[in-house]
């Protein structure tokens, strides 16, 4: 499955004159990168040339499209059993189907093990991404309890497992 999300079409200043060029910008997003940020080139490139314009394609700083958020198995495990420690059995909706929900998150999963949860949700406040976005305050401290838990609940571990040296420097 792939998803593109147009955000921004800017071009020209005058209601009334077509302008010489505009930007176009957006999201992608996609379950597999192999040969996706191609495919979106030779698209674009394509369809200007069908109507007889120039591109350039950009994808920012980064060069790439940002990887998958994949949580790591041990981490999960952990992140499962401290949230029905911490809020209440079956707070954890459970192994979920893959779902195109972008985060900068999954960098740091690539460089470390690591487990990404998205936390709460409250219908009557709306959705997270939306214009009318409205931050529940009454989730603020099952989140907090949630990161302290697991912060402490790790250290923990990891100091009744560890032996001398086996640790991590960007830790």
């Known amino acids: 499955m792939q998803v593109v999300t147009v955000t921004r079409f800017q071009g020209g200043g005058a209601f009334n004159v077509i302008p010489d060029s505009v930007t176009i910008g957006g999201t992608f997003r996609c379950f597999s990168n192999e040969g996706f940020q191609r495919r979106i080139e ?4 394509v369809q200007a040339a069908v109507h007889w314009c120039g ?6 700083t980064r060069g ?3 990887p998958r958020a994949v949580n790591s198995a041990g981490l999960h495990a952990h992140f499962v059993a401290v949230a029905e420690e911490t809020l209440r059995a079956g707070a954890v909706l459970g192994d ?17 093990p690591s487990a990404y949860f998205v936390g709460s949700r409250n219908e009557a406040v709306g959705a997270v991404h939306d214009p009318h976005f409205f931050v529940d305050d009454g989730a ?14 790790y250290l923990r571990r990891r100091a009744e497992s560890s032996a001398p040296g086996d640790s991590r420097d960007e830790l």
């Open 64 to 66: 790439s499209l940002l």
């Open 96 to 112: 979920m189907e893959p779902n195109m929900g972008s985060e900068d998150f999954a960098s740091f999963g690539e460089a470390v």
């Open 140 to 153: 603020l401290p099952y989140g907090a309890a949630m990161h302290a838990n697991l912060s402490m609940g």
């Open 55 to 60: 591109t350039a394609v950009d994808f920012g």
């Open 42 to 45: 030779e698209v674009i490139v």
